[in-house]
Every structure is written in C-alpha cells, then in structure tokens.
C-alpha cells in the first residue's frame, strides 16, 4: 500500500510516498493512561481527517515505565511510532535503561499539560500548603503514590515543590503503581496519603468523587477547576510542564522523516485535533522533526541539572 498525504477531506497522492501496509503506534502504558490518549488521539485524527489512507492500529506495550514499548519500537523497521515522555530523558538519567532519546528518530513534539496532586476525598490534608508543612517538619508524614516510575515529571514536579518548601526530598516515602487507576486504588484503601498525576488523569478520578485535587502545576487558575490553587498560590513559585511526542525507530530515512513531517503538520492543523486538545486539557506545543531533536537535547540538560546529575555520567 502506499501512503498518502491529504488535505481535509481527500487523498491526494504524493510522489515521495512511503510504502508500507499499516501504521502501528506503541503506547507503552495501559489503556486510559497519557501516552495512551496520546496515541489514540493521533490515531483518531489522523483516520477521520483522512490525513493519510492507511489503517492506524494502537498497540498497548505494558512495562517498566515505557521501556517494554521503546524498546520493541526500536528494534522495528517497518512504519511503527511510538509515543514518549521526559521519561526517555530520566530513566536513562537514572540508570534505569540504556536507551536514550538518540536511539530513536524524533518525529515530533505535541502536547503539554499541567500536572496535579490529589488526595483521597475525605482526607485530613486541606491544602498543598498544609501538606508542604508537614512533610517539612516530617518527610516521612505521608506515603506519596506516583506511577508508571520514579523520575517521570509526576514525581519530579512534586520534588521541586517540596524542594521549595525546604522539605528533605531524599527522605520523600514514593510508592510506585503501574497507572493512575492503581494509583489512586492505594489511595482508597489507605496505602498511600497523597498522589502527584497528570491533570488528566486526576480529573478522571476527581469527576468520579474518588479524589480531590489540592493544586495545579498552572500560572493561574484553570476555568475547568477554579476552586484550586496553583502552586504560586501557595507560596511556592512553580509552573510546571509535561510533555508528550512521538518518535520512530533509528535510521529511519530522510523520506520517511519528510513524510511524517508533512503528515503530523497537517493533523495539528485540523479542527479534530484541536477538539481533541480541548478534550484532553492539553495545550498545544507542536514541533517537527528537527525542532524537536533540538527540544530533546536541551530538555536533556535541563533533566540533568534538576536531577543534580553530572554531565559527564551519563
């Protein structure tokens, strides 16, 4: 089959046409979760737009905090994408993979949102203030949920609020789920105290009556959630961004690159994907290929700085 590049609402045959059956795109998380959506989400786009002609089929590669579905990405040849995260960045930062995002061919940058804290719905913790305060005077106070693994921009952003407060963030209790649903099911059944996830995520569980939501990583009050904080509104001057792409195995060629290029850029462009922003609570932040090669290396540097990590170790 050949791939085609299209306007909206037709297929117009392009003469550096990629050929190859069907589209694959790994999310290397559980269905529902952020790299989930995120491919779901280019899925459906680019099918109802008919950006491209060929079938699009997601795939869920569950595991080890992304590294199962990077790296069976890596090892394909044929036209399989897989959506990623800062967390391509820290595990290797943290010595738990090998791999790093130089492994891959970067297709694009697409997406951020905000990240948020949550609390069991009838918790004694009353505000992100209050909770700062404790885990200053006591950093072991309560047990924190975070999932897929530590590391991700969940934990991260907790960490630099805490740091903020001058709570000991080494001492910080972390207890690590593989989704958000097991997340907060600790929660539920007091295993844990409190929970750091993306907004997303915590507006599921929160719109259920599960969870209530202490603070939002924003510059300023949401109009979805006007009755919570952001972090500068307790005392704590943090805004904090997490990012989502999608990147190809290595030595994918120039074609391929252009291809994906010029397809990724029209599927930013249409309504549906906007639709699909405003759905998601997700902000748009699109780059291309060579934007977001650069983009990963400077989000490299910044990683390693917020992570204390020598330049020279990793």
Aim: aromatic share 8%.
């Amino acid at each position: 089959m050949l791939f085609v590049i299209g306007c909206i609402g037709c297929s117009v045959n392009n003469d550096k046409d990629v050929l190859s059956e069907e589209v694959t795109i790994i999310a290397p998380s559980s269905r529902g979760g952020g790299w989930d959506l995120t491919a779901r989400a280019v899925q459906s786009t680019l099918e109802s737009e008919n950006v491209i002609s060929e079938n699009i089929r997601v795939i869920n590669k569950i595991g080890a905090g992304g590294e199962v579905g990077w790296k069976f990405t890596k090892q394909q040849e044929d036209h399989v994408l897989a959506i990623n995260s800062s967390l391509l960045i820290t595990n290797h930062l943290l010595g738990q993979s090998k791999m790093t995002y130089n492994d891959f061919t970067p297709i694009a940058t697409l997406a951020t949102e905000w990240e948020a804290v949550v609390v069991p719905k009838d918790s004694s913790i009353k505000s992100a203030k209050s909770l700062m305060e404790t885990l200053k005077a006591s950093s072991h106070a309560y047990k924190i949920g975070v999932s897929p693994r530590l590391g991700n921009d969940d934990q991260l952003s907790f960490v630099l609020a805490s740091k903020q407060a001058g709570v000991l963030t080494k001492e910080l209790d972390f207890y690590v789920y593989e989704n958000s649903d097991q997340v907060v099911e600790a929660l539920l059944n007091g295993q844990t105290d409190v929970a750091t996830m993306s907004l997303l995520e915590a507006k599921k569980h929160a719109d259920s009556g599960q969870v209530r939501l202490l603070v939002i990583s924003s510059e300023q009050r949401l109009d979805e959630f006007p009755d919570v904080p952001t972090w500068s509104e307790e005392g704590i001057h943090l805004v904090f961004k997490h990012w989502r792409g999608i990147m190809g195995p290595p030595n994918m060629t120039k074609e391929e690159i252009k291809f994906w290029d010029l397809t990724i850029e029209k599927m930013v462009k249409t309504e549906k994907w906007k639709t699909m922003l405003d759905e998601n609570m997700w902000t748009d932040f699109y780059k291309n290929s060579s934007e977001t090669s650069k983009f990963l290396e400077e989000q490299s540097k910044l990683y390693k700085q917020l992570m204390g990590v020598d330049q020279q170790d990793s």
